[in-house]
Structure formats: structure tokens, C-alpha cells
Nanobody, 122 residues
Framework: VQLQASGGGSVQTGDSLTLSCEAS????????MGWFRQAPGKEREFLAV????????YYAPSVKGRFTISRDNAKNMVYLQINTAEPEDTAVYYC????????????????WGKGTQVTVSS
């Protein structure tokens, strides 16, 4: 399966943007889809995960309340809405999928897509 993230770009502090991720096929074992990011010189950071079946979500405390993950099962897509963007949000954002859904900051998912760059300027 291939995951393709899109929607990144350059925004100003306080702006909102929505990232999208499409899976190339429905025919793979997937219970969770999530978003991660990696800023220059930093480790990859878990952001949010959503249960593909029931829509349950789990967020990293650092983004809870400001980021929203959602899914569209019919379109086979997952989204990440970033509100009130901050310069600290500048990173490459990755979507991923896993066979299992659980609530953990230490997710290591089975499938990964190429990232999309988000740059927030002040």
C-alpha cells in the first residue's frame, strides 16, 4: 500500500491548513491511520491517530485542541487540520497506517507515506 500526503505549504502564524492523505488501496489490514511530523534536527513526533472503523481518536498532548484528525472512509482518506499555526509547527508531516489502533505516543506504524512540508512563518 502507498500513502500519499498532500496539502503542505507555506503559511503565516495563526493560519489554518488541512493536510490530506490517500491510501492507494482499501485492501490492506488497517485499523488505524495517523499523522507524525519531523522538524529539522529533531526526532519524529507522533501527533494523532484515528480508528478507521469507529472514528475514535487519540492526540499527543502537545497538539490536542489545536489539531484535528478525521477520516473519510468512502474516499479512503485521512486528514489533519492544523489550526492557529505556529512557527514550531514547521516540519515534514507524514501519514501512516497500522493494523492496530491504540492510544500511545510511541506508535510505530506498519505503513508510511512520503511527507509533505509545512512551513509556518511569523
Amino acid at each position: 500500500v502507498q500513502l500519499q500526503a498532500s496539502g503542505g505549504g507555506s503559511v503565516q502564524t495563526g493560519d489554518s491548513l488541512t493536510l490530506s492523505c490517500e491510501a492507494s488501496t482499501r485492501f490492506f489490514t488497517r485499523e488505524a491511520m495517523g499523522w507524525f511530523r519531523q522538524a529539522p534536527g529533531k526526532e519524529r513526533e507522533f501527533l494523532a491517530v484515528i480508528n478507521w472503523t469507529n472514528g475514535r481518536t487519540y492526540y499527543a498532548p502537545s497538539v490536542k485542541g489545536r489539531f484535528t484528525i478525521s477520516r473519510d472512509n468512502a474516499k479512503n482518506m485521512v486528514y489533519l487540520q492544523i489550526n492557529t499555526a505556529e512557527p514550531e509547527d514547521t516540519a515534514v508531516y507524514y501519514c501512516a497506517a497500522d493494523r492496530l489502533f491504540y492510544s500511545s505516543l510511541y506508535y510505530n506504524m506498519d505503513y508510511w507515506g512520503k511527507g509533505t512540508q509545512v512551513t509556518v512563518s511569523s
